[in-house]
């Protein structure tokens, strides 16, 4: 084997070495899951927008007079149109997971943060634009950060405990109350 096939193996091989030590981390790998998690989402979202398309041989008149184009259209707007929605509980939701915590909860608190970040038009709703693809980042890193700030509070126990005797769901429920309330406030914060 000749000089330059041995660099280039080890260099290969640092180089595996690298993306195998990026793919372990935790973070990466919520990430990866939560946009795997909103895979199907986009699938439909991709056939309501073949569908409502069709525009030959009097299809696209036919799916337009039948409300058919409007309904492909609804369909498109509250799935890729409103993406970052799903990342930033998709993505919270993951971390949970690999961090053995409540899964639901975490998701819950990753959205929340989301939303407090998620500029308001001046009339107070929500622009389409800033929860659709334009606002991907923030959901992403917000869902993480989040995410991640939940799961270290709830293994602190930083969170109301409940006696035993009440049923899981709502000890939950409260154990997310102190945790929610700090990731509210530093998203308030930040959005300030």
Do not use: H
Not at 21 to 29: A, D, G, L, W, Y
Not at 82 to 101: D, H, N, P, Q, R
Not at 126 to 135: E, K, P, Q, Y
Not at 168 to 192: H, Q, T, W
């Amino acid at each position: 084997m000749n000089e330059n096939a041995v660099t280039k193996s080890k260099f290969t091989q640092s180089i595996l070495r690298g993306a195998q030590k990026f793919q372990s981390n935790k973070m990466v790998r919520a990430l990866s899951g939560g946009m795997m998690g909103v895979m199907s989402l986009m699938m439909v979202s991709s056939v309501a927008t073949l569908i409502g398309a069709i525009d030959f041989w009097g299809i696209g008149e036919f799916l337009a007079n039948t409300g058919i184009k409007g309904l492909c259209d609804q369909i498109v707007n509250m799935t890729n149109g409103i993406v970052s929605v799903y990342v930033a509980f998709m993505v919270a939701y993951k971390v949970g997971e690999i961090y053995k915590t409540d899964e639901l909860n975490c998701g819950i608190m990753g959205l929340m943060a989301f939303m407090i970040l998620t500029p308001l038009l001046e009339d107070g709703n929500i622009a389409l634009s800033n929860v659709g693809s334009g606002g991907m980042f923030v959901a992403m890193f917000s869902a993480l950060a989040a995410g991640r700030f939940y799961v270290y509070l709830i293994q602190k126990k930083i969170m109301i405990r409940m006696p035993d005797a009440v049923p899981p769901i709502v000890s939950k429920a409260f154990s997310a109350i102190i945790p929610g309330c700090l990731i509210a406030a530093i998203a308030g914060i930040i959005y300030a």
